[in-house]
């Protein structure tokens, strides 16, 4: 028993599937957790303020967050269609799907490579884009998916496209969000629709199929508007078992990720399943986004259907889209109205709850004590991670954030709805700049 303990406490700190640090390789950053390393991010700053290391424009409508590796910043985009409502966007020319490479020392476009050409494509909600699902970037490789319009791997050097995949059927029916996932040379997709659900792995060199489940669950409906989800699946360890742990509606499955072949269920309902899962405390902790308990926490041990081994539940002010922040014993959250939140992770009870100003759909982010939230208006709230509510600053830039924030080396990386800005304390720019000479 104490050599599972020490386990659950080892993995429950980060996922088996991270880079260093300085590399936020993901949705989330390197652990898949929305935590940094950084002890230096700036902490107030504003437009035209001497942190705006540059602002950069990215024009279209695209709500993916950046992945930094190195000096490169990658992001997917896609055009600005306005005539959403009608069911199924009409377009005078194909919908045109990008990824574009921005240089994080200059802030200049460095590759914006179309990828794929849509002539029909689906109807996307007015509130999402044709852009949403984040990439996942390693050492001269960047992946990045754009539901079922596509997936393909390029060179970060060249921008040249190693492989595609457009053969993966689903009806996103509101427009498609979930990230790209990887462990090992699998890159895994989650594609929950209204007509079909499953969990597919690739191998990441040659984009070809190792395997794919479908969900295989009494979805206790035949409305596909309930069958649809848009979370990203974690990768953890537990007492030697490797896990890949996807939420998606009614209930999540944990897969074993090299075959596939499901470990164990936790029934919890729900639908729109958006939030990251996180581990920690021995316990696994499920965003549903809708349902009678949107949160819940459940220990990862044991096969089949684990639902009796829920050990709390909440439905208390849980954010529908933002994912969650774990620290130690400590969960805090904002959720879309703008209510913060810190629970006990234990437990589950409250500690504090207060509405800040705003609305947030970007997930946020801790570094060294501190928690950001980035509004879709454009407010930044930062607070300390802590028992009591102390909020430390309130910044405001230009335009509003769906996309969650990055972290690349002592600098914030942020993806308004129209720009990308790399924001740094001049004081850490200017010892890291003598440092080089």
């Known amino acids: 028993m104490r050599s599972m303990i020490c ?26 957790d929305g935590t940094s390393k950084a002890t230096k991010l700036p902490v107030k700053f504003g437009e035209g303020s001497p942190e705006i290391v540059w602002k950069t424009p990215l024009p279209g409508r695209a709500w993916s967050s950046p992945v930094v590796w190195g000096k490169q910043i990658w992001v997917t985009n896609s055009p600005e269609v306005h005539n959403l409502a009608e069911g199924q966007a009409k377009l005078d020319q194909p919908l045109k799907l990008s990824a574009v490479c921005i240089d994080l020392d200059s802030g200049k476009v460095v590759h914006d490579v179309v990828l794929f050409e849509v002539d029909k494509p689906q ?40 492989w595609e995949r457009t053969d993966l059927p689903c009806n996103h029916f509101r427009g498609p969000g979930s990230s790209v996932a990887v462990y090992g040379d699998l890159l895994y997709l989650t ?29 206790g409906t035949t409305d596909g508007d309930a069958k649809k989800a848009y979370s990203t699946p974690l990768l953890i360890k537990v007492d030697g078992r490797e896990m890949l742990v996807s939420p998606f509606a009614s209930a999540t499955i944990a897969y074993n990720p090299k075959t596939g072949d499901p470990l164990w269920t936790v029934r919890h309902g729900g639908m729109n399943a958006a939030g990251r899962p ?14 009678p308990s949107p949160l819940v926490a459940v220990s990862p041990i044991g096969k089949g259907d684990i639902s009796d081994k829920i050990a709390w539940k909440s439905n208390k002010a849980i954010p529908k889209r933002p994912s969650q922040i774990l620290a130690g014993d400590l969960i805090f959250m904002i959720n879309d109205g703008g209510v913060a939140s810190c629970l006990d992770a234990k437990t589950g009870e409250v500690i504090w709850s207060k509405r800040l100003p705003g609305e947030y759909w970007a997930s946020p982010l801790l570094a ?23 909020v430390v ?7 509003g954030f769906i996309a969650s924030p990055a972290v690349a080396g002592e600098s914030l990386i942020l993806r308004s709805k129209t720009h990308l800005y790399r924001i740094e304390d001049p004081a850490v720019r200017a010892n890291a700049t003598a440092a080089t000479k």
């Open 278 to 291: 996180l581990f920690g405390n021995g316990l696994v902790y499920i965003s549903s986004a809708d349902g």
């Open 191 to 219: 594609m929950d629709g209204y007509d079909v659900q499953y969990l597919v792995a690739l191998n990441k060199l040659t984009g070809e199929t190792v395997w794919k489940k479908d969900r295989n669950v009494d979805f």
């Open 123 to 162: 109807f996307t909600h007015g509130t999402n884009s044709y852009g949403s699902p984040t990439s996942y970037i390693e050492e001269g490789r960047v992946y990045v998916h754009f539901g079922a319009y596509g997936t393909a791997c390029l060179d970060t050097k060249t921008g040249k496209k190693l």
């Open 7 to 32: 386990a659950l406490i080892l993995w429950g700190m980060c996922s088996f599937a991270v880079a260093e640090d300085e590399n936020w390789n993901q949705f989330r950053g390197p652990r898949g």
């Open 368 to 390: 060294n004590g501190l928690i950001y939230c980035c509004s879709q208006k454009g407010e930044i709230q930062v607070f300390k991670a802590a028992r009591e509510l102390e």
């Open 393 to 399: 600053a309130e910044n405001k830039l230009d335009d």
